[in-house]
């Protein structure tokens, strides 16, 4: 709890770190009325009780009563006061006194109520209600001799300053003791302190600080006089009800409600003035007055006895913009928006008539040559007889030019409010502009720009990534690298201001940085961040001045502030890495804290559920200081977040892996500290872990083996199956070409059997029509027979006749019909006979006929009978197949 402070309130304990504030309830949830941390506890007073909280390991444990065995003497008194004397610790109230002495509680006796306890050094006093001053020790109350004075009022502080004994009463202002007597000790406003109603007074150093009810805080020094006044103005109120100045001179300050923090020894010192509410640009100070160039003309503020500025006003006559403000001899001059003034003792004197001077500056190596550039032209002046005049007006440039620089060759570099930068060759006589230069994306200026500065005499433009110089050999903008490397993250600066001896400030927005440059080595000096004092400078104009060795002015938007450079010097180096107070790791459900302030290579192990992180931090440096910090979580963060207040960080949905998270803050002179780290392991979801991924690796494998086993199956099974299908595809073809021979075949053989029928019937038609023949001889020869008798000798007729008939009878045909028939009809006279033996040639040759299909009257001829003798052939043919009267003659033949 070293880098805390403490306070009590109507809650409990409420202590800060300087990044977070936290509270610690009483047990009886009763209200703090008094609280003393010493040797490692924190004593608190309460309702009917007292007693402290153990500080263990840096954190604030439980608390522990001390009051439990006098709880029936302290019925309704409160604890209002604590102090510590060495090894004894007294506790407090109305009414009574305890004290803790090597563990052991004690009771000092008391006759009578008193109001306060106070210390001073070593010694601790009180007052009666209504009485005198007592020493008290824990034998008992001791009367100051000489404090009767005090009996109607009330003493409410004793401090020691300088080694005077001083005590502050509510209605009689200061008294002095010295150990004998009391004298007042008088104020430069002993009547407002004492109408003020004042409260509570300490001191450091020479400084006595004094907290009223009605007036705030008054601070005056050794001799009296008042050097501070804090009010509403500046804090919540004015009732003050605790003060106690930090290791660094800076009060704390608990009011009736709220607390605040008074920094006194701030190396910057902001002026706003709510009535006048100026922008300043520039400022000068001669004879401990300040001149400021503001958008309303010139103010002026003196110093007074205790360091601090104080208004005087607008110079009269100087109503409207300023842009400048520069002593020259023993001369401040004004560049207003009507011309260029000169100002001394008083008097305001307008030197050149053309409007609005941005500047004055040195022009070459003559110390009495100047030159300016304005809302028109460029002037010259020269410094004779302790002032300047008017030398020349260049006649042939006329254009608002903001930014004016001199190179070594004397070019003129000028940044015109509108269209850029431009290089002009000026005339030996300075009257006019020999040679005009538009700089840009030819010299490898590839930004809009019209701000142009000098390093070491050397021309340079920022260009938001770095800084570019002007290399005169290539005539080009160039990156100025050896300066660049040493700047630290500046040479992204927006704004480079020239000082005496060397020193620049480089401006960011969110951070200035004070370099001494010589020689082409930049060392940083000073880094101030803006926002940690709550200033701003004007956008486009940012300016820094120099007022003497330890003195700048800080234009502001609002005002002005000093920065006071011997002040930083003052400030101990002391730098130390920024603390990691808390790592809270959660799902989104329920959190998990773990307190890590542990050493720098701790590793802090996550489950991949809660892969969710919050970093809180704090500075170990001075409380009460406004901490600014950059963050970085490798692993994620590329670069370095932007300086900020913020004292936590969330990381959400971390992929599992290792990060180191590292946090860094600045010292009180800017310089950024070592890196505090904590490394943080995101373990792999259980599906992802190591065991799980030997376990994939093997079902991998296994899965792969039975796939591969598989897959040679179904392929061994693909290929049987289109072995299968091309041996079933062969057969088939194999069959179906067998099918078509057997086609053909049948085609051939019923083209055959057609030929053979054909032949069939044409030997049949030929037998019929040879025995028609032969049977129309027999009967033509037997007609002429009768008819001619004997003139045909019966010898020739008979002899006719038997051959007629043999012919008509012959086997000859029947047997070339035979196997003409047997082929056509596949063996049918062998079927028949073999089915049917009883028939007879007779009965095959109609078999054969009737298969042919032929009628009785078609058989006949062929049988050389007459068709009623084919009718009784077939009768008998019919009984010796055995067929039914039903059953068709036909039908059975030509189906057999």
């Known amino acids: 709890m070293q880098h805390n402070i403490i306070f009590g309130n109507n809650y409990g304990l409420l202590y800060f770190d300087g990044a977070t504030w936290k509270n610690k309830p009483l047990p009886e949830n009763t209200t703090i009325r008094s609280v003393l941390a010493h040797r490692n506890r924190i004593y608190i007073g309460t309702f009917e009780d007292f007693g402290y909280f153990e500080i263990l390991n840096s954190k604030v444990g439980n608390y522990i009563s001390l009051a439990n065995s006098f709880k029936s003497t302290i019925h309704n008194e409160e604890f209002w006061r604590i102090v510590a004397n060495d090894d004894i610790v007294f506790f407090q109230s109305f009414g009574t006194i305890f004290y803790l002495s090597r563990d052991k509680i004690g009771k000092v006796p008391l006759d009578f109520s008193i109001l306060l306890l106070m210390q001073a050094g070593k010694n601790i006093f009180a007052q009666a209600i209504n009485g005198p001053l007592y020493r008290v020790d824990t034998l008992g109350l001791?009367?100051?001799?000489?404090?009767?004075?005090?009996?109607?009022?009330?003493?409410?502080?004793?401090?020691?300053?300088?080694?005077?004994?001083?005590?502050?009463?509510?209605?009689?202002?200061?008294?002095?003791?010295?150990?004998?007597?009391?004298?007042?000790?008088?104020?430069?406003?002993?009547?407002?302190?004492?109408?003020?109603?004042?409260?509570?007074?300490?001191?450091?150093?020479?400084?006595?600080?004094?907290?009223?009810?009605?007036?705030?805080?008054?601070?005056?020094?050794?001799?009296?006089?008042?050097?501070?006044?804090?009010?509403?103005?500046?804090?919540?109120?004015?009732?003050?009800l605790s003060m106690q100045y930090d290791s660094i001179g800076n009060l704390w300050v608990g009011k009736d409600k709220g607390i605040s923090y008074v920094a006194f020894n701030s190396p910057i010192s902001t002026y706003v003035n709510d009535k006048e509410n100026f922008a300043c640009y520039s400022g000068t100070l001669l004879d401990e007055k300040l001149y400021l160039a503001t958008n309303q003309g010139v103010y002026t503020y003196i110093l007074n006895e205790n360091g601090e500025f104080e208004s005087k006003g607008l110079v009269d006559g100087t109503q409207g913009q300023c842009w400048f403000t520069r002593q020259i001899g023993n001369k401040i001059y004004f560049g207003l928006n009507n011309g260029t003034y000169s100002y001394s003792n008083g008097y305001l004197t307008k030197i050149c008539n053309i409007s609005g001077g941005y500047n004055l500056k040195r022009f070459g190596m003559d110390p009495n040559l100047f030159i300016q550039s304005t809302y028109r032209n460029i002037v010259t002046y020269t410094y004779e007889d302790g002032s300047l005049k008017v030398n020349t007006i260049i006649s042939n440039y006329s254009s608002p030019t903001r930014f004016l620089q001199i190179d070594f060759q004397n070019y003129l570099w000028l940044g015109h409010t509108v269209t850029g930068v431009y290089r002009a060759q000026i005339s030996n006589d300075l009257s006019e502009i020999l040679k005009l230069d538009t700089i840009g994306i030819k010299n490898n200026l590839k930004i809009n720009t019209n701000r142009i500065y000098k390093i070491e005499n050397r021309i340079v433009i920022p260009n938001q990534n770095n800084i570019l110089r002007w290399d005169d050999i290539s005539e080009q903008f160039i990156p100025f690298n050896e300066i660049n490397y040493q700047l630290q993250g500046f040479e992204k600066c927006k704004a480079i201001i020239s000082l005496p001896a060397n020193h620049y400030w480089f401006i960011k927005d969110d951070e200035w940085g004070l370099f001494e440059i010589h020689y082409g080595e930049a060392k940083l000096k000073y880094r101030i961040l803006p926002q940690a004092y709550n200033i701003e400078m004007v956008d486009g104009y940012e300016n820094i001045v120099s007022l003497n060795d330890s003195l700048q002015i800080i234009c502001l938007d609002n005002g002005f502030s000093i920065l006071n450079l011997k002040m930083f010097d003052r400030i101990p180096i002391d730098i130390h890495p920024p603390i990691i107070t808390e790592v809270v790791i959660w799902n989104g459900v329920q959190n998990v804290k773990s307190h890590p302030r542990l050493n720098k290579n701790k590793e802090l192990t996550i489950p991949w559920h809660k892969n969710n992180v919050s970093f809180s931090f704090t500075s170990k440096d001075i409380i009460g200081v406004k901490h600014f910090y950059q963050y970085m979580l490798d692993g994620v963060d590329r670069e370095w977040s932007e300086w900020t207040s913020n004292t936590s960080i969330d990381y959400k949905r971390l992929s599992p892996g290792t990060y180191k998270f590292k946090v860094r803050t600045l010292d009180s002179k800017g310089h950024i500290t070592p890196n505090a780290t904590i490394m943080i392991k995101v373990l792999p979801p259980l599906y992802a872990s190591w065991k799980a991924i030997g376990f994939y690796i093997l079902l991998g494998f296994a899965i792969t083996t039975y796939t591969r086993a598989r897959y040679k199956k179904k392929v061994k099974k693909h290929y049987e199956e289109k072995r299968k299908l091309e041996?079933?595809?062969?057969?088939?073809?194999?069959?179906?070409?067998?099918?078509?021979?057997?086609?053909?075949?049948?085609?051939?053989?019923?083209?055959?059997?057609?030929?053979?029928?054909?032949?069939?019937?044409?030997?049949?038609?030929?037998?019929?029509?040879?025995?028609?023949?032969?049977?129309?001889?027999?009967?033509?020869?037997?007609?002429?027979?009768?008819?001619?008798?004997?003139?045909?000798?019966?010898?020739?007729?008979?002899?006719?006749?038997?051959?007629?008939?043999?012919?008509?009878?012959?086997?000859h045909d029947w047997e070339i019909f035979e196997k003409l028939f047997d082929q056509a009809h596949q063996n049918f006279f062998r079927r028949l006979k073999e089915n049917y033996p009883l028939l007879t040639p007779s009965d095959l040759r109609l078999c054969a006929y009737l298969r042919m299909n032929l009628s009785s009257k078609e058989i006949a001829p062929l049988l050389n009978i007459s068709i009623r003798g084919v009718e009784e052939r077939r009768y008998r043919l019919r009984k010796r197949l055995g067929l039914d009267t039903n059953d068709n003659l036909n039908d059975f033949i030509l189906k057999f």
Request: hydrophobic content about 35%; aromatic content about 6%.
């Open 727 to 811: 041996l079933e595809k062969i057969n088939k073809e194999k069959e179906e070409k067998e099918k078509f021979i057997i086609k053909l075949q049948n085609e051939k053989l019923q083209a055959d059997i057609e030929n053979k029928n054909s032949q069939l019937a044409l030997s049949t038609m030929a037998i019929v029509r040879k025995n028609q023949l032969l049977q129309d001889i027999a009967q033509e020869l037997k007609g002429l027979k009768s008819e001619l008798g004997y003139r045909i000798p019966n010898k020739y007729y008979s002899k006719i006749s038997r051959l007629i008939t043999q012919d008509i009878e012959s086997d």
């Open 142 to 240: 001791r009367q100051v001799k000489g404090s009767e004075i005090f009996q109607n009022t009330e003493v409410k502080s004793v401090v020691v300053l300088n080694n005077d004994t001083l005590f502050l009463t509510s209605t009689m202002g200061i008294y002095k003791f010295d150990g004998v007597s009391f004298t007042p000790w008088k104020t430069s406003i002993d009547i407002q302190l004492v109408k003020s109603n004042p409260n509570i007074a300490i001191c450091s150093g020479d400084k006595l600080a004094i907290g009223t009810i009605l007036e705030g805080i008054f601070i005056f020094n050794a001799k009296g006089t008042l050097v501070h006044h804090i009010d509403s103005k500046l804090i919540q109120n004015n009732t003050i």
